[in-house]
């Protein structure tokens, strides 16, 4: 990137843009807001409201209770299509259930309970705080040693400290592909390579990465995975999240929730809980049907982008990013957050600054420009590749420069928000 950079390069870079036209498959209600927080909640997909208001008239409101037999289908049929389109994985390897967080909590016990006597569980410092929070939740009531490893805010987990901490004691690791807060992207097949070396099971929370980046859960020989769908793969607040696991492993690993769509043969009723030998016995209650069927018209954008297109858009966007940072805000005080290296980051850049939390406030409501604070002192912005322009980023950054130079966010009160 040139040092300076005109907003004319990023409209031409627009027009030579292959994803440009699936800007109109997503809804603009306001013109003039810049939205770059996909990577916390995606945006509505055109096709969305009546694709879900079709469903509500007719499967509820016609089929009723006869709609069944085609939904309980849909954890599945549509963990395929995001097997295929988001995560190299095989058929009847991902699921759509639960949230994130549960669908953790159930992979990290079957995979513990599976260890055998290994005693010590590994998650990155820098993980997103409900993959600790589950951990140390699980290592307590099984008086296992839940190892935090220390990892750079800005840089992620150095690979070398894993490898370090890697023993026949080590039961599970669990990182995240993508860091939520600097964006650091993991070599999974690196990862997954040195832990099967020593026998532990690595589970990936794939929520920044899925939609992204393109993970490949197969050629990289992941054993556990979970992730949200509502970032970037748009599936709306509250999406259910996915869980895959690797088909060699589904029958030796038993989750700890035992409901009735993990059991075997369901609709017998059986007295006594008997697994599912496949995927569904990671299943555990109802599943949202209404929220499922939100994922279809979106995986239906990413289809028609293809997830590499994906990739190279999100790595020129953040490059943009990150050069106008440099250019223009590094006089201000903002210093980069996130790896330089676009092959080691996501979709999404931090910047650091002491005044984080009051400009990333002050980039709302005078800029008119979506991002997020994340503690402690971190801008993150996240442009999403399906719906944002390069001029989009330009705009923002040019917005954020002219809010740093005035120092307009000092008008603003110090406190957080409830909800950052
Ligand atoms: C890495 C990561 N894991 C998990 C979650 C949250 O999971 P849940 O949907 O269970 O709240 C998030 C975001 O909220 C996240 O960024
Ligand atoms: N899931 C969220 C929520 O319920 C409220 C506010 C934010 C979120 C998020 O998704 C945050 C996001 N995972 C993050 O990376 O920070």
């Known amino acids: 990137m040139p040092d300076e950079i005109p907003r004319y390069l990023c409209k031409e870079m627009d027009a030579a843009d292959p994803l440009a036209d699936l800007r109109d498959r997503f809804v603009f209600v306001d013109d003039d807001l810049i939205y770059l927080d996909g990577n916390s ?74 260890a055998g006597d290994r005693r010590t569980v590994l998650v990155d410092g820098g993980d997103f705080p409900t993959d600790r929070y589950i951990l140390q939740g699980l290592a307590e009531a099984r008086g296992l040693t839940l190892r935090v490893l220390p990892s750079d805010l800005d840089q992620g987990l150095d690979p070398a400290d894993l490898r370090a901490a890697l023993s026949e004691d080590v039961a599970l690791v669990v990182l995240s592909a993508v860091s939520y807060r600097s964006g650091a992207l993991l070599d ?15 589970l990936w929370d794939l929520s920044h990465a899925v939609g992204s980046v393109p993970v490949e859960l197969t050629a990289s020989g992941a054993d556990l995975a979970v992730g949200c769908t509502y970032k970037y793969l748009n599936g709306g607040p509250g999406a259910p999240a996915f869980l895959y696991v690797r088909r060699e492993l589904q029958s030796r690993l038993r989750q700890p929730i035992q409901g009735w769509f993990g059991q075997r043969d369901q609709f017998r009723m059986g007295a006594d809980y008997d697994p599912a030998p496949d995927l569904d016995r990671f299943q555990v209650g109802t599943p949202p049907v209404l929220g499922m069927a939100a994922l279809d018209p979106a995986l239906d954008v990413l289809a028609d982008a293809g997830i590499e297109r994906v990739r190279e858009k999100g790595v020129r966007l953040t490059e943009l990013m990150v050069s106008l940072a440099d250019a223009w805000l590094t006089p201000y005080g903002f210093t980069l957050a996130s790896p330089r290296d676009p092959a080691r980051r996501g979709s999404h850049v931090s910047l650091h600054h002491p005044e984080a939390l009051r400009i990333s406030r002050a980039l709302a409501e005078q800029g008119r420009v979506v991002g997020d604070y994340r503690t402690p002192d971190r801008l993150r912005l996240g442009p999403a590749p399906l ?28 406190e957080a928000p409830r909800v950052t």
């Open 41 to 114: 909640l995606g945006r509505l997909p055109a096709a969305t409201p009546d694709h879900l208001a079709r469903l509500v008239r007719e499967g509820w409101g016609e089929q009723l209770v006869r709609g069944w037999p085609t939904w309980i289908e849909w954890s599945r049929r549509i963990g395929d299509r995001l097997a295929t389109h988001a995560l190299g994985a095989r058929p009847g390897e991902v699921a759509v259930s639960d949230s994130t967080s549960v669908n953790l909590y159930k992979l990290a016990a079957a995979a513990l309970d599976a």
């Open 387 to 414: 719906y944002t322009r390069f001029v989009d980023v330009w705009d923002a950054m040019d917005r954020l420069r002219d809010i740093a130079e005035r120092r307009s966010y000092e008008r603003l009160p110090r």
């Open 188 to 202: 999974m097949a690196a990862v997954n390579d040195a832990a099967r070396r020593v026998g532990a099971y690595v």
